[in-house]
Nanobody
Framework: QLQLVESGGGLVQSGGSLRLSCTAS????????IAWFRQAPGKGREGLSC????????DYGDSVKGRFTTVRDRAKNTVYLQMNNLKTDDTGVYYC?????????????????????????WGQGTQVTVSS
């Protein structure tokens, strides 16, 4: 069982930056593709980005491309989501998730296998609020 923990959320003004972290204990974290999702108030969950187990492959949704960057520190068992030029529409609860497989973001969905199965492991989420 993989237990993911997100941190780094908070309140920031529009145009500002935040860095979220996703970590887990144990020696299997680096075997997984890690994805980031967001759920805004009153909206469905949106897939934002993913990074492969090696860290060599990343993909981003159109809403965050060019503003968000995900990187992996394998030595620290941590994946980061650097969020720059934040907008009020970025407000929401951010989740990281893990599963085996590929890394691809298509039309707001993060896909790790051809069947489109949901990610297996999820963190508890961290709140990001962007004020105008």
């Amino acid at each position: 069982q993989l237990q993911l923990v997100e941190s780094g959320g908070g309140l920031v003004q529009s145009g500002g930056s935040l860095r979220l972290s996703c970590t887990a204990s144990g020696n299997t974290f680096n075997h997984y593709t890690i994805a980031w999702f967001r759920q805004a108030p009153g909206k469905g969950r949106e897939g934002l980005s993913c990074i492969s187990s090696s860290g060599d492959i990343t993909d981003y949704g159109d809403s965050v491309k060019g503003r968000f960057t995900t990187v992996r520190d394998r030595a620290k068992n941590t994946v980061y989501l650097q969020m720059n030029n934040l907008k009020t529409d970025d407000t929401g609860v951010y989740y990281c998730a893990a599963d085996y497989g590929a890394c691809e973001v298509v039309a707001g969905r993060v896909i790790h296998n051809p069947l489109g199965d949901p990610y297996e492991y999820w963190g508890q989420g961290t709140q990001v609020t962007v004020s105008s």
